[in-house]
């Protein structure tokens, strides 16, 4: 098996995978249409159709599936293989990937990390903004990061953060010749700022905890974002609710730019933990970074 062709095969297994050429080919830093013609020089070598392609959809034919259950083991395998490689050398270097939402970045992650990237030039750090349960796998991440320790049981979670509290804000403007609600079902007839989730394009129900109850409530509003900053954002514009860190709220509290609401149900969430895949040895790079970032409490 040539190089190229090893290429050509990642690249079928990657847009089989994603089932989207544009995703595929960002994942494999291609281009579109570079990727596009690496499949087609492999489907003409072989003589069969791999995908069947319209212009809404992609998906393996009958060999492309028999194809793709045999590069799954395969190139897992060999990239498993070539990470032990690399971990042979004492000298930790290369690319780490890591998934998070931006309030973990922000500040766990970032705050941690770029001390080590000044104390160790050969590391590379990618942190890639991301509300959903990303399969690091399959998107080629190095390690992700989510809200409490469970995660699959072929993955190591590490906490990385203390635990930490949800708030309800909004400004005093918006609360002008409002009533302050008192319960969170009250929230229904209130203004708020949505955020929307990646998995499956649903809003984020707002979840509530007093005295060993706990709830969820659905809220609705003038604005939707995907984004924790732009809520915050979005309250200091006097737009409604935003439900966010507590720590992200607590400087414009603190300056009276915005106002704590329904704060004896504010719940406290269990931190954030650093995921990874378990694998007998660790690139030394990945392994400066969890160590960086493991929680010391």
């Not at 998107?139 to 992700?144: K, L, N, P």
Request: some cysteine; aromatic content about 6%.
């Amino acid at each position: 098996m040539t190089s190229e062709n090893l290429n050509d095969l990642r690249a079928f297994h990657r847009v089989a995978i994603e089932r989207n050429f544009t995703r595929a080919a960002a994942q494999l830093g291609m281009s579109r249409s570079g990727l596009s013609h690496a499949i087609t020089a492999l489907e003409a070598r072989l003589g069969v159709r791999l995908l069947m392609r319209t212009t809404r959809s992609v998906s393996p034919t009958e060999a492309g599936q028999r194809l793709l259950r045999t590069l799954d083991p395969m190139l897992s395998e060999l990239d498993s293989e070539l990470t032990s490689l690399r971990s042979l050398s004492d000298k930790p270097a290369g690319t780490v990937r890591i998934t998070a939402h931006d309030h973990a970045i922000n500040t766990v992650i970032w705050p941690r990390l770029h001390n080590l990237l000044k104390k160790n030039p050969e590391i590379n750090i990618e942190l890639s903004v991301d509300y959903g349960l990303t399969d690091i796998v399959a998107q080629q991440f190095d390690a992700g990061v989510r809200v409490g320790s469970v995660v699959d049981k072929d993955m190591i979670a590490v906490r990385i953060g203390p635990d930490f509290k949800m708030a309800v804000v909004a400004s005093p403007s918006y609360m002008k010749n409002r009533a302050c609600p008192v319960l969170p079902g009250v929230l229904t007839s209130h203004a708020c700022i949505n955020l929307r989730l990646p998995t499956h394009g649903g809003l984020y129900a707002w979840d509530f905890e007093k005295g060993g109850k706990s709830l969820s409530v659905r809220v609705s509003g003038q604005t939707v974002f995907n984004n924790t900053y732009l809520m915050l954002q979005g309250a200091l514009n006097d737009m409604g609710m935003a439900y966010i860190p507590l720590s992200l709220a607590e400087p414009y509290i603190s300056e009276g730019k915005l106002m704590p609401v329904l704060e004896d149900w504010w719940p406290l969430l269990p931190g954030y933990h650093l995921y990874y895949a378990s694998r007998r040895q660790l690139a030394p790079a990945l392994s400066h970074i969890i160590e960086a970032l493991r929680c010391s409490s």
